[in-house]
Structures are given as structure tokens and as C-alpha cells.
């Protein structure tokens, strides 16, 4: 008896798919556009426009007033042999670079402390974070108080002749005031992105190095740290980028002083502008500028690469 087998269907080709990936791409409506509007026009009038402005005046010899003519380069090769600018630079980068050391010291400790099976460390995270929300200037006045009046009389009290006099009239120590004041305000900030690297981490990596005998120091050098490294770059760039653009706690602590020891940058550049060195200063703050655009770029460039990890 001979089987017959039923021919079989042609399988027929899924369709193509009707979303070709041209179209899959999300697009962006234009009344999204729209409201931006305003706020790039409230951005090219405020920044940018006064910010073109101004490096052209820089190329000029203007006052802030009256005429003026173009002499290219020159305001920029005078800032090379200027001591006054050359004064404000050295004192800016070193305080930064003091401040930016200092403050992420301070702020890993208290997040390594914070972090740990301590009780109250909810309200003392508060605590902490308390300075981030007060005002520079508010804070440069209080510490003002502090390092002129209550500190020379401890001082005085105790026989210590180094605090026997306000700090902040010593030319060699005023900078060191300026540095625990911006440390002060600069840590909690530091500090919440250190608790968020921290709790990041999984707590069975600490499990199977106790495990393994590793004591709670190596714990910290070998695990911790190697961890929390991304998080260390970015407040690293971050605070010495801030710190460059001091200002309101130098006003309040020693308005530059002694004579010219702690006048920053933007400080030099702000009293330019009042005293009739307009297009100078100017050239002083396109140069600025400039740093800090490189200094930002570097800290985008380290962001995208360990993103992209």
C-alpha cells in the first residue's frame, strides 16, 4: 500500500518590519525646542554675548568708558611680567591645590566613619552636610569673629604666642584661615558623593575579606580605595575647579589682605575693573577663562572614559 504525503505549505517570509531604524530613532517634537528658547535667549544675552564683548575690549586699551583703540596683544604680554598677577595666580593654584587635598582627606574619613555600623549616623550625616546650606560670606564673617577676637585670647589665656594674634594680619598665616574656612564650607558636598561611592560597593566584597583575615586597614587600602578612585578624580576636579573661582570667603576673611597676600584671581580682576584697568583685567579674565575650560574639559574627558568602563 503506497503512503501519500500531503505536500507541504510554503512557509511564507515574516513580513518585513514596517519600523525602519530611521524611524525607530525617537524623535523630539518641536514644542520641546520651543521652550527653550527663552532660556538660550536669557543665556546669550547674560553670558554669552557680554562674554564675546569682552574679549574683544581685551585687544583694546578701554578704561570701561570712553574711546578707546586696538593694541593686540599687548594687555596680554604685559600680564606675563605683571607681579601683582603673577602674585594672584601662585597664591590661587596653591590654595586650591591645598584646599582640594584637605577637603577630600577629611571628607573620605568622615564617610568611611559614616558609613560604618555606628549609631546616630543618620543624624550625624545631617550634621555634617549643615555647612554646604549657609552662605559664604556668612561663614567668612563668623570665622572673622573667630580668628580676631575668641582665638588671640585663647591664646593670650593659654601662652600659646602663635595664636596670641589674629592670623588673619600675618601675611605667612592668613592664607592658612582661609584655607580651613573654604574646607569647612567645601566638605559636605565632598562628603555626599563619598557616601554614595561607599554604599556602592557590595557589602559581600567586605564579607569575603573577613573571610579571608583581611584587616579592617586593608580592607580600606585594597578594596576601598581601589573602588572609590572614579569618585576621588571627579571631586578632585571638581573642588580645584571651585576653588580657583574663590571669592566671597577671601572678602569676608581678609579682603586680600595682609597688603596683597591673599588676593585671588577673581579678586585681582574684580578690583581691575573698579580702578580703571578694564581691558587689562579683562585680558586676565579671558585667560582664566580659558584655564578653566581646560581644566573642564579634562574632568568631562575622565567622566566619558570611566562611564564608558
Known amino acids: 500500500m503506497t503512503t501519500t504525503t500531503a505536500p507541504t505549505a510554503p512557509t511564507q517570509a515574516a513580513p518585513p518590519s514596517a519600523t525602519t531604524p530611521r524611524q525607530a530613532k525617537s524623535r523630539v517634537e518641536g514644542i520641546y525646542y520651543a521652550f527653550l528658547i527663552p532660556s538660550l535667549e536669557l543665556f546669550t544675552l547674560a553670558i554669552t554675548v557680554p562674554a564675546i564683548i569682552g574679549i574683544f575690549f581685551s585687544f583694546t586699551n578701554s578704561i570701561g568708558f570712553g574711546e578707546w583703540e586696538l593694541i593686540g596683544l599687548t594687555n596680554y604680554i604685559a600680564m606675563f611680567s605683571?607681579?601683582?598677577?603673577?602674585?594672584?595666580?601662585?597664591?590661587?593654584?596653591?590654595?586650591?591645590?591645598?584646599?582640594?587635598?584637605?577637603?577630600?582627606?577629611?571628607?573620605f574619613l568622615l564617610a568611611v566613619g559614616l558609613t560604618a555600623q555606628i549609631k546616630f549616623k543618620t543624624a550625624l550625616r545631617t550634621v555634617f552636610v549643615i555647612p554646604m546650606v549657609v552662605s559664604g560670606i556668612i561663614i567668612a564673617f563668623v570665622f572673622n569673629f573667630l580668628f580676631s577676637n575668641s582665638l588671640p585670647v585663647f591664646g593670650q589665656a593659654t601662652g600659646i604666642g602663635l595664636l596670641s594674634e589674629s592670623i588673619l594680619a600675618n601675611p605667612d598665616l592668613a592664607w592658612v584661615a582661609i584655607v580651613i574656612v573654604t574646607a569647612w564650607q567645601a566638605v559636605p558636598g565632598t562628603l555626599l558623593i563619598y557616601i554614595a561611592g561607599l554604599l556602592a560597593i557590595p557589602g559581600d566584597v567586605y564579607e569575603a575579606a573577613s573571610l579571608d583575615g583581611a584587616t579592617k586597614r586593608q580592607q580600606l587600602v585594597r578594596i576601598t580605595l581601589p573602588l572609590v578612585v572614579g569618585y576621588v578624580v571627579i571631586n578632585v576636579l571638581l573642588g580645584f575647579k571651585n576653588f580657583l573661582n574663590a571669592y566671597d570667603v577671601i572678602i569676608g576673611l581678609t579682603n586680600g589682605g595682609p597688603g596683597?597676600?591673599?588676593?585671588?584671581?577673581?579678586?585681582?580682576?574684580?578690583?581691575?575693573?573698579?580702578?580703571?584697568?578694564?581691558?587689562?583685567?579683562?585680558?586676565?579674565?579671558?585667560?582664566?577663562?580659558?584655564?578653566?575650560?581646560?581644566?573642564?574639559?579634562?574632568q568631562l574627558r575622565i567622566s566619558r572614559g570611566r562611564n564608558a568602563v
Not at 82 to 100: H, K, N, W
Not at 291 to 297: A, D, G, H, K, Y
Request: aromatic share 14%; hydrophobic share 55%; glycine share 6%.
Open 260 to 298: 596683597t597676600a591673599t588676593r585671588s584671581i577673581p579678586m585681582t580682576i574684580v578690583t581691575g575693573f573698579t580702578g580703571g584697568d578694564y581691558a587689562y583685567q579683562m585680558a586676565n579674565a579671558t585667560m582664566f577663562f580659558v584655564i578653566v575650560v581646560i581644566i573642564s574639559l579634562i
Open 82 to 107: 605683571d607681579p601683582a598677577i603673577l602674585s594672584s595666580y601662585l597664591f590661587t593654584f596653591g590654595f586650591a591645590s591645598v584646599t582640594v587635598v584637605l577637603v577630600n582627606v577629611v571628607a
